[in-house]
């Protein structure tokens, strides 16, 4: 923060990337797109983990700045959303190893 004639302003509101691969965690999976799950993963906070062999359909991709985590929110029809949370300590690899074409 800064003072500017009296009154506390922040510097920037913008968030800044706290990884190398910051741009690249946002577009290795494209929204709307359809992806086989590759390996079973967990699904957060508490949904059905995703199964080997499942279609599933991305949604919407989103950073928590909490938790310091891209999160991948997909569906399945008839099925309620699940999402997967990327950390930034986790690599790259484990979300395109996770979902594939």
Same mark, same amino acid.
């Given at each position: 923060?800064?003072?500017? #004639?009296?009154?506390?302003?922040? =510097?920037?509101? @913008?968030?800044?990337?706290?990884?190398?691969?910051?741009?690249? =965690?946002?577009?290795?999976?494209? !929204?709307?797109?359809?992806?086989?799950?590759?390996?079973?993963? *967990?699904?957060?906070?508490? #949904?059905?983990?995703?199964? @080997?062999? *499942?279609?599933? =359909?991305?949604?919407? @991709?989103?950073?928590?700045?909490?938790?310091?985590?891209?999160?991948?929110?997909? *569906?399945?029809?008839? !099925?309620? !959303?699940?999402?997967?949370?990327?950390?930034?300590?986790?690599?790259? !690899?484990?979300?395109?190893?996770?979902? #594939?074409?």
């Amino acid at each position: 923060m800064s003072a500017m #004639g009296g009154k506390r302003t922040l =510097r920037s509101a @913008i968030p800044t990337p706290m990884n190398d691969d910051w741009e690249m =965690r946002r577009t290795a999976l494209v !929204e709307g797109a359809t992806y086989r799950v590759m390996r079973e993963a *967990e699904s957060r906070p508490d #949904g059905a983990p995703f199964k @080997i062999g *499942e279609a599933v =359909r991305l949604r919407q @991709i989103v950073y928590s700045h909490y938790d310091n985590s891209h999160v991948y929110t997909f *569906e399945e029809q008839g !099925e309620a !959303e699940r999402s997967y949370w990327l950390h930034d300590d986790e690599p790259l !690899e484990r979300l395109t190893e996770t979902f #594939g074409s």
